[in-house]
């Protein structure tokens, strides 16, 4: 057949070419797609296998902080026991450097003047030595603490045949003038150290003298030393002196001292500071204490042989009862102590740091109460006392009063 038109383009072009070129094309196209979906799949099967390895990762990483903060934890459990638990613990470091701090404080003249015309105390020690010449009279004398050497000297004139004072602080090269200055060189041995570590040039002593007491008795912990010098230098015969001590308490009234110390708070130029309360009262106070604001009988709380106590029997708990002489409201319980020089003595010789006695330098220690307690004549004030050395600082004492079953806690320092 012949086409009607020469160029008829509809019989130019191949259709069944054109259809598997298509075909072709559409596969190919199709085929195209596929791939990129599956590798879509690939990608996104990848990219999680790696966030769940990553997650692995850090739950491994924080299994192990874990366990690291347990070992921590654990430890801190553990120093903190025996911090608290063992007794014989020792920060030889800080111990060391609060020691210093202590013999410093006692390297100014002011502080040993001070000591000195306290006439209470220096005639009392200078009786009871004078008094009782037959004590000392050829006997080895070990004086702790001697500071300025007076009761070296004192125990020198009584006839004592060698003394030794002993004194950690820098003022014991003033005592050295002191002794040749008044030609006792020759009795007088000083040595400058701790009496734990020093050496002395005698293997036992007969007599142990020392003013070893602090504010409220036991404050300073200077006792521990006179008892370590007791057990490791005194002959058995021996004795140490004073013999024996006595700490009391008595309450007050005396609420112009409260109302300076408490109250002020609740006012200060137009501003409330009452938080700051509990910081005041927390602390004891050292301070004369006016006769006249004692309303109770005294009552004996602990009562101190030196020549048989421990170290260990120096922290007490004891209970108390205070007989109200009149009626009153109780501000505070006041403490102080009495000091006594009785073995072997043929004159008894004592002294008193009590409010009504004459005054010392040791004062009272105040534990003034957060409210006062109103009170009848009649009335028993009954309580327990709770004593204890300060584990943050050795020479430092907590005290807790139990009062009609209130308790109050103050730190004396």
């Avoid at 008094?131 to 004139?157: E, P, R, W, Y």
């Avoid at 003038?177 to 002593?205: A, H, S």
């Avoid at 106590?309 to 108390?320: A, P, W, Y």
């Avoid at 501000?331 to 010392?360: A, L, N, Q, R």
Wanted: proline share 2%.
């Amino acid at each position: 057949m012949k086409p009607v038109l020469d160029n008829d383009l509809m019989l130019v072009y191949d259709i069944e070419s054109m259809t598997i070129e298509c075909m072709t094309t559409e596969s190919n196209t199709y085929g195209s797609v596929n791939d990129d979906i599956n590798i879509d799949k690939m990608d996104s099967s990848s990219s999680l296998l790696q966030r769940l390895k990553h997650a692995e990762h850090r739950a491994a990483r924080a299994e192990e902080a874990l366990v690291q903060a347990l070992q921590d934890l654990n430890l801190a459990r553990s120093t903190t026991k025996n911090l608290f638990e063992t007794k014989d613990v020792q920060l030889n470091v800080e111990n060391g450097e609060e020691d210093q701090s202590y013999f410093d404080s006692y390297a100014h003249f002011g502080i040993h003047q001070e000591m000195l015309q306290d006439k209470v105390r220096t005639e009392n020690y200078r009786d009871f030595i004078y008094d009782n010449q037959h004590i000392f009279k050829g006997k080895v004398v070990l004086d702790v603490g001697c500071g300025t050497g007076i009761l070296s000297m004192f125990a020198a004139k009584a006839g004592a045949k060698q003394v030794i004072g002993i004194d950690q602080s820098e003022i014991i090269y003033n005592a050295m003038d002191i002794v040749r200055e008044n030609g006792l060189e020759n009795v007088v041995m000083l040595i400058k150290g701790k009496m734990e570590e020093v050496k002395l040039p005698v293997k036992q002593v007969d007599i142990i003298i020392s003013e070893w007491m602090g504010y409220f008795l036991l404050f300073e912990s200077m006792l521990d030393s006179v008892l370590f010098a007791r057990d490791k230098y005194l002959h058995p015969d021996g004795t140490v002196y004073p013999d024996l001590c006595t700490l009391s308490l008595v309450a007050i009234d005396d609420q112009r001292n409260h109302d300076s110390k408490v109250d002020f708070w609740n006012n200060v130029y137009g501003f409330k500071m009452t938080c700051m309360k509990s910081c005041v009262l927390e602390e004891s106070s050292v301070e004369y204490v006016k006769k006249d604001t004692v309303i109770s009988t005294p009552c004996m709380v602990k009562c101190v042989d030196i020549c048989s106590i421990h170290v260990k029997d120096l922290d007490f708990t004891s209970s108390f009862k205070l007989e109200i002489q009149r009626d009153s409201n109780c501000t505070g319980i006041v403490g102080y102590f009495d000091v006594i020089f009785e073995k072997h003595c043929k004159k008894t010789v004592m002294f008193s740091c009590s409010p009504t006695s004459e005054k010392t330098h040791w004062k009272q220690t105040v534990f003034i109460l957060p409210k006062p307690i109103p009170l009848k004549k009649g009335d028993v004030l009954n309580g327990t006392i709770e004593c204890a050395k300060n584990p943050k600082d050795k020479r430092a004492l907590i005290i807790k009063l139990t009062i009609d079953e209130e308790a109050f806690n103050y730190i004396v320092q």
